[in-house]
Structure formats: C-alpha cells, structure tokens
C-alpha cells in the first residue's frame, strides 16, 4: 500500500530546536508498470545543506525530486519534506499569455501583491523585465523568472531539476553563480539534479549517484569555496565521480574536458583580462 507521509519536519528555525533534517526518505519505491525504478531509496538532507543528484539518464533523478516536490503522491515508504518547498525545472514553464512578474506570483495562495514579484525579480536581476511578456526573453533571462517563481515562495527546500541544461555555456556559468548566491543569502537546503559532474562538485555540499533506484554512491565536496577547477582536488573528485558514473575522464589534468569547465575557464579568462 502506497504511504504518502509528506508533512513537514524539523528547520533550524527555531535554534531551540535540535538540527534536524530537511529532508528525510527512507525505503522510498516507485514503480511504474510493475517496474521499481525507485527501490528502497533512502535519503537525508540536513537543513541549508546544497546536494547535487547525479545518474545516468533515466534511472529515477526527476522521478525523485518530482516525489520530493509533492508532484507524484503514488509512492511506498517514508517521505519527510519542509512544507515551504519550491521546484525549479529545465523548461521554465513560464505561462505565454502572462506578463513576468504574473508568472512569478502564479499558484501563490491569497492575492498577492506585484511588489512581492519584484523583490524576487530584484534578487535574480531581472526588475527591470517583469511587465515584459515570456516570449520577449532570453533563455537565460526565463531560467531566472523560474527561479523567481521558486524564491517568492521562500522554500526552506528548493528542488532543481537540470536547471542549467539548456543554457549557453556562458548564460549557464552566470546562472550557477546566482543559485550559489541564492543559496548562500537564503540559508535553504537545495537539491539540484544535474549531468553536469563539474557543476555538481563547483556548487554542493555532498554529490549523490543514483542508480538501480537507489543512491549508489555519495561523497562530501570537501572543498572550500568559491572553489576553482584548477585545483588538484577538483580533479580528484570529478574523476571519481565520473567513474562511479562508468565514464573514464579523458584526462583529468585538463580544465576543458567538458563544455561547463571549457565555459569555466573561458570566463576565468575574461574577468582576469
Ligand atoms: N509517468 C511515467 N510513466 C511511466 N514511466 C515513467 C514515468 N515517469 C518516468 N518513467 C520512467 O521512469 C524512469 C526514470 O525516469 P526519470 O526519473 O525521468 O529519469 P531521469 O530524470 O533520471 O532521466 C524512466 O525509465 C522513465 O521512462
Ligand atoms: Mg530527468
């Protein structure tokens, strides 16, 4: 029998409160067709702490955080989520037939006001689009409305599903750094879902490898930040990750062995000119 147990759980709100964690699942299965592609999943999140999901196309990233995000309530097992949570998808799903700062505020129970759209408009750098309409924005520009969407609700969880994925490396480099920013100002725990192995070591606290429907392998980022992919321990990481992923880094040493670290180096490049 499916057990669907979101509520929320302990924040670090109240510093009374002992750290607790801002997520929890324990022996989460989802199976479609009689087929587990979520399978006795355990997971935790602590409070304010950034964790990137990584795993081969397929094998259950956006299943999970679809779950996480209350989207997907045909589940067995134990799901723990803040009741402020917010999900951030590739597309941004911005409604055609509403101005920016409408979409901003779209779902949003009660009425409220536009100044609200602004602040989070403001916090991602786009005050100055929010009467334009969807269609007038750039890819990038749109990625940012979306996170807008996400910040308004002030999530203590915010779930992000292969946000960068179809931005130019460039916009993509940009856009990393506003989550990181995101992140830091706002203290919530965040789950991104990225291919992106560099992406994942530039921006979490602990990287995840799902497979066979559960987390295969998981590793602390012991990194300090703003972390550089020159650093040998970058390297490391990334090679590990890519193997626990069955792909042989071409050659570690290389900074541009990948169009995100290429981007990287690129705009390393330009703000040293
Ligand atoms: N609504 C659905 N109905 C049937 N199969 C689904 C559905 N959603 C996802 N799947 C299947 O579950 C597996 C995992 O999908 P998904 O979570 O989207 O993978 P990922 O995000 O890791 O690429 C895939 O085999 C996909 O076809
Ligand atoms: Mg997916």
């Known amino acids: 029998m499916a057990t669907d147990v979101h509520r929320p759980v302990t924040t670090t709100k109240s510093p ?14 989802r199976s479609f067709d009689g087929r587990a592609v979520i399978d006795r999943l355990d997971l935790d999140v602590r409070p304010g702490e950034f964790v990137a999901l990584l795993g081969r196309s397929g094998c ?3 299943t999970l955080l679809r779950i996480l995000a209350g989207l997907d309530r045909d589940i067995e097992g134990t799901v723990l989520v ?10 941004p799903r911005l409604m055609p037939w509403k101005r920016v700062w409408r979409n901003v505020l779209l779902g949003l129970a ?25 269609k007038t924005l750039s890819g990038g520009e749109a990625q940012r ?7 308004v609700r002030e999530p203590d969880l915010l779930l992000l ?10 916009t993509r480099i940009k856009a990393q750094r506003l989550v990181d920013e995101l992140w830091q100002r706002r203290g919530c725990a965040v789950l991104l879902v990225t291919h992106d192995v560099e992406e994942a070591v530039l921006l979490a606290d602990r990287v995840l490898v799902m497979d ?6 998981e590793t602390a980022i012991d990194l300090e930040r703003p972390r ?34 290429a981007a990287a180096a690129a705009a390393a490049a330009a703000a040293a000119a």
């Open 110 to 134: 009660g009425r409220p006001e536009r100044a609200l759209a602004e602040r989070a408009l403001a916090e991602v750098g786009l005050e100055h689009r929010a009467n334009a309409w969807p």
């Open 161 to 170: 599903d292969e946000p960068f994925g179809a931005l130019d490396a460039l």
């Open 145 to 151: 409305a979306s996170l807008a969407r996400a910040l």
């Open 60 to 62: 259950g990233k956006s």
């Open 228 to 261: 550089g992919i020159a650093d040998p321990r970058f390297a490391e990481l990334r090679t590990e990750l890519l193997h626990r992923l069955g792909v042989e880094a071409p050659d570690a040493s290389s900074p541009a062995s990948s169009p995100a670290a």
């Open 212 to 217: 066979e429907g559960v987390i295969a392998y």
């Open 82 to 91: 803040p009741r402020r949570k917010a999900v951030a998808f590739q597309a």
């Open 16 to 29: 009374s409160t002992p750290p607790g964690s801002a997520v929890r699942v324990a022996g989460l299965t």
